[in-house]
């Protein structure tokens, strides 16, 4: 339910009671992987010839990406709302738009593209982004790229970001963080060096670049803790069938695993093993998920999966783990705030770098609901007692995983849970409260 209310600042403003249930029933799917979509679409922009794109996650942030492309000159042809044909303009195709790329909220879009604008040599680019975006580090990519000889200039590590491109060097580059997508952008930016290019990552990523370059035609290899491509002649990638978005899953699964009652059916859930962290640690927590139909579907593994409630214990989530389960945390922290006995989440400082900072926006998004959560530098320490917590209201924070964390706190609280902001879940997941509505049983 949405009702229009006077903000504080005089402006009007929506806010979604999302009210308690007793149970989550049935079966759905959800939308296609928002990392494999963004990528697909990038990815399908340097090919040679038409990339087939079909279960595309469609949401704002791959509309910034489609857009993205299109400025460059790939032509995308939109035959269902979740069916594109991507025309590519080869790897050194891409044109100079008229003016900045808008990004819009998309993390993965700026830093992605960044890799791939790199290696179009002598020709400039800008990056842009919204608010939210135009907040976080982009001297995470610039670095290296510099490193190989881009022409990047950001505005204090910012966006706007200038690329010029430039004839790159292959190098040996360190992640200084945890990140999937300065790993991909380096790789990107790979495929048009003189020679091999080797990221080395402390802790484990999500592969999904890897697994589509590798479809497309490049040359990657791993070992270890590292992963080297070389630079490519001609890519191509004929099709892309787009899993289900675990990270869009995880709302439901959780919702199902903490009330009495519940039996829920995903159906095709990329199960990527750098993707399902919140998975593990559920499980680890005493969750009744069972993965079925398993599968390979565009070089991903996919299956279905069936959730059932159970009680859960508290858990700790440490530095190797959280990579696996990054956009996932604030929906653990719902978790640890129902289980028996105290949770702690380490390592997590880059959850400070996501759309909000997720370190402060999870605690005082839950606090006010009733919800015992401190936050800490890198994490946060929550004492779980195993009943509904009361509800109240939160504000997103403009930030749709902490919207989607208040609709399942509204679930599963005693009064229901008010949402400022909740429009915020476009970024990723469009129709997430129609389809919340229909597993909610009252
Ligand atoms: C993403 C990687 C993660 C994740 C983001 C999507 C990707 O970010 O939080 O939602 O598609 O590669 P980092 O790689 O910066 O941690």
Request: net charge negative; aromatic share 4%.
């Given at each position: 339910m949405t009702s229009p209310f006077w903000g504080a600042a005089g402006q009007e403003r929506e806010v979604r009671l999302v009210e308690p249930a007793t149970a989550i029933r049935g079966a759905i799917a959800v939308p296609g992987d928002k990392s494999i979509s963004h990528r697909a679409v990038l990815v399908g922009a340097i090919c040679e010839g038409e990339t087939l794109i079909t279960g595309f996650g469609r949401s704002a942030d791959t509309e910034s990406t489609v857009a993205a492309v299109r400025a460059l000159g790939a032509e995308v042809v939109e035959?269902?709302?979740d069916v594109l044909r991507v025309r590519g303009a080869g790897l050194r195709g891409l044109r100079e738009p008229d003016g900045p790329i808008d990004c819009g909220n998309a993390g993965t879009l700026a830093r992605l593209l960044a890799g791939i604008l790199?290696?179009?040599?002598w020709r400039r680019f800008e990056l842009a982004g919204d608010e939210s975006l135009s907040k976080r580090p982009m001297g995470r990519v610039a670095e290296p790229l510099q490193q190989m000889g881009a022409g990047v200039e950001t505005a204090g590590g910012r966006l706007p970001m200038g690329i010029e491109g430039r004839p790159l060097r292959g190098i040996v580059y360190e992640l200084p963080v945890a990140s999937a997508q300065v790993k991909s952008c380096v790789l990107l930016a790979g495929l048009y060096a003189d020679g091999r290019t080797t990221v080395v990552e402390p802790v484990a990523t999500r592969d999904h670049t890897e697994r589509m370059l590798r479809a497309a035609g490049a040359r990657l290899r791993r070992e270890a803790d590292r992963v080297t491509v070389w630079p490519a002649e001609r890519l191509q990638l004929e099709r892309v069938d787009v899993p289900g978005d675990f990270s869009s899953a995880a709302p439901f699964v959780l919702a199902a695993t903490l009330l009495p009652g519940s039996e829920l059916i995903v159906s095709g859930?990329?199960?990527?093993p750098t993707r399902i962290g919140f998975l593990h640690v559920l499980e680890r927590m005493g969750a009744r998920i069972s993965a079925f139909n398993r599968r390979t579907v565009a070089g991903e593994p996919v299956a279905d999966l069936e959730v059932t409630h159970a009680e859960l214990v508290a858990t700790e989530v440490g530095p190797t783990e959280v990579p696996q389960l990054v956009d996932e945390l604030p929906l653990f922290a719902l978790a640890a705030a129902m289980a028996h006995g105290n949770s702690r989440v380490r390592?997590?400082?880059?959850?400070?770098?996501?759309?909000?900072d997720r370190i402060k926006s999870v605690t005082i998004s839950l606090r006010p609901l009733g919800v015992r959560i401190a936050g800490a530098p890198d994490g946060f320490r929550v004492r779980g007692v195993p009943t509904r917590p009361k509800g109240g209201g939160m504000g997103s924070e403009g930030d749709h995983r902490i919207a989607m964390l208040g609709a399942v706190a509204g679930l599963v609280s005693r009064e229901g849970v008010r949402i400022e902001g909740?429009?915020?879940?476009?970024?990723?997941?469009?129709?997430f409260f129609d389809l919340l509505e229909s597993v909610a049983h009252r």
């Open positions: 035959e269902a709302p790199a290696g179009q040599p859930v990329g199960l990527n390592g997590a400082q880059e959850l400070r770098e996501k759309e909000s909740d429009e915020a879940v476009a970024v990723s997941f469009p129709g």
